[in-house]
């Protein structure tokens, strides 16, 4: 059974860094492309950030130079460094494969306040 962990959220103000991290369990971490992606009230999951299994990177426009995805295929992890939050960035984060292929974990909240 596949389980996706997000942590690492909380409340910080605006211009400030959070680190998010999510493990992986019941699949073959490294052989995936993996994305962080971020729901805020009442709009559309999107994509935030993605990570190929060589380590590739693209970014949706609106993190761009602020977010960088990593991974660590030893720990099963994939991690998100956030600086310069603005409040816009406010939502919860989840991790999941590129394609989203698997359920939804709980996420994690991120409240950046102005």
């Known amino acids: 059974q596949v389980q996706l962990v997000e942590s690492g959220g909380g409340l910080v103000q605006a211009g400030g860094s959070l680190r998010l991290s999510c493990t992986a369990s019941g699949i073959i971490f490294r052989f995936n492309a993996m994305g962080w992606y971020r729901q805020a009230p009442g709009k559309q999951r999107e994509l935030v950030a993605a990570?190929?299994?060589?380590?590739?990177?693209n970014y949706a426009d609106s993190v761009k130079g602020r977010f960088t995805i990593s991974r660590d295929n030893a720990k099963n992890t994939v991690y998100l460094q956030m600086n310069s939050l603005k409040p816009e960035d406010t939502a919860v984060y989840y991790c999941n494969t590129r394609g989203s292929d698997y359920d939804w974990g709980q996420g994690t909240q991120v409240t950046v306040s102005s």
């Open positions: 990570i190929t299994r060589g380590g590739s990177t």
